[in-house]
């Protein structure tokens, strides 16, 4: 028996005043002060051993509020040591309430000053996932590796937890990087094998090499391999790259390559230009593994980057930019307002932040007009002109 204990008068142990205490320690570890508490459910015997305790010249009923100070003066002792001696340990659920929301206010904060949720805001949604640092640190180490080039799932696990195992399906990483994935391309959260496949796919995990390309144009890179050769030979007209034939880094003698988000921009650039069109890359959409491997294989260039003024957008823009270290081109809120107009009709979708540039995603808010790549088609070409 421990010395609180040794303190409580027998005759406060009664089985009838249980209930009495287990209410006091269940209000006494909320963390604030109490001065009343209610007791319900009494049954006839343990409104008797209340009505003793307390002096009352009748039963109470089944339940009955009792004034802590009251209780103090006929127990004759400090009622927190009662109430600990008889239920257990006092908890205090309101410092605990602060801790916390303190733990995840510093979670917050470490999590949306992450590199990786910077450059790509859309993945501020993540945080509303209740999970632990070490768990966001990983799905965020997972993200920043794809697109995986075709890579198995379980080599793309191993490469950056170390465990092969570390995706499987069910898993709780598998799960908050699959969510992630689905907040980056706006789509539902994968629902079935099938779904969760075809999302892992998407993000370049075990891909088909053979069908997964990049549309290119006025690539003339330098050097022997097969693939630098046959650009050559297109002499700038278009071309298809498929990734397996991505094995080497392309050297172009052009210090500038230019990345459109639609394969129209790219026909149009060829219609005026011809043979001497300047280099460029179309990501058609969001860049799959092909396209993000492209971009990275061509050292010495500055990549320009352009794409669609609306909410998916500037998602594909912060992931191309975030992935292959290009440049915004014409993609400001200068540009953006400058291209409204009567022929801006469509709405932009869920709009989330820009990293180049704080006041687009705002502006695209406020105004509630898309402006599609294609528009502003000729206003990009008049720069490659330049």
């Known amino acids: 028996?421990?010395?609180?204990?040794?303190?409580?008068?027998?005759?406060?142990?009664?089985?009838?005043?249980?209930?009495?205490?287990?209410?006091?320690?269940?209000?006494?570890?909320?963390?604030?002060?109490?001065?009343?508490?209610?007791?319900?459910?009494?049954?006839?015997?343990?409104?008797?051993?209340?009505?003793?305790?307390?002096?009352?010249?009748?039963?109470?009923?089944?339940?009955?509020?009792?004034?802590?100070?009251?209780?103090?003066?006929?127990?004759?002792?400090?009622?927190?040591?009662?109430?600990?001696?008889?239920?257990?340990?006092?908890?205090?659920?309101?410092?605990?309430?602060?801790?916390?929301?303190?733990?995840?206010?510093?979670?917050l904060g470490w999590f949306a000053t992450h590199p990786a949720v910077v450059a790509e805001p859309a993945l501020l949604a993540l945080s509303a996932v209740r999970a632990g640092r070490d768990l966001l640190e990983r799905a965020l180490a997972v993200l920043e590796a794809l697109p995986a080039s075709g890579r198995p799932l379980p080599a793309v696990a191993a490469d950056v937890t170390g465990d092969p195992h570390a995706l499987d399906e069910g898993t709780r990483l598998s799960s908050l990087v699959l969510k992630a994935l689905s907040l980056l391309y706006d789509v539902r959260p994968p629902e079935g094998a099938e779904a969760r496949r075809a999302l892992w796919e998407r993000a370049g995990v075990a891909c088909d090499a053979l069908s997964t390309t990049v549309l290119v144009a006025g690539l003339r890179p330098d050097g022997d391999s097969a693939l630098a050769r046959v650009l050559r030979i297109w002499d700038g007209q278009a071309s298809v790259i498929t990734l397996a034939q991505l094995t080497h880094s392309l050297r172009l003698g052009e210090r500038d390559v230019w990345v459109v988000e639609n394969p129209t921009v790219l026909a149009l650039a060829q219609q005026r230009f011809g043979a001497a069109c300047p280099p460029m890359v179309c990501t058609s959409g969001w860049p799959n593994s092909a396209a993000i491997r492209l971009l990275r294989s061509l050292p010495g260039t500055r990549l320009h980057y352009h794409g669609d003024f609306d909410g998916e957008g500037l998602r594909i823009a912060a992931y191309t930019m975030a992935k292959t270290g290009a440049e915004p081109w014409r993609m400001s809120t200068t540009d953006y307002l400058e291209a409204l107009g009567p022929a801006a009709t469509l709405t932009p979708g869920r709009v989330t932040d820009a990293p180049w540039d704080p006041g687009l995603a705002p502006a695209l808010r406020s105004h509630d007009r898309a402006i599609p790549e294609e528009l502003v088609a000729q206003r990009l070409l008049d720069d490659l002109s330049s």
Do not use: N
């Not at 303190?7 to 963390?31: C, T």
């Not at 010249?57 to 127990?75: F, S």
């Open 1 to 107: 028996m421990t010395y609180q204990d040794e303190r409580v008068p027998e005759r406060l142990r009664a089985a009838g005043l249980r209930p009495v205490w287990a209410a006091l320690h269940e209000r006494l570890s909320s963390g604030h002060q109490v001065s009343r508490v209610r007791v319900t459910g009494l049954d006839p015997a343990q409104q008797a051993a209340v009505a003793d305790l307390l002096g009352l010249d009748r039963y109470p009923g089944a339940a009955i509020t009792i004034d802590v100070a009251r209780l103090e003066g006929v127990a004759g002792c400090d009622v927190r040591t009662v109430a600990e001696a008889m239920i257990g340990p006092l908890d205090d659920r309101r410092r605990r309430r602060a801790e916390r929301h303190h733990e995840r206010e510093a979670l």
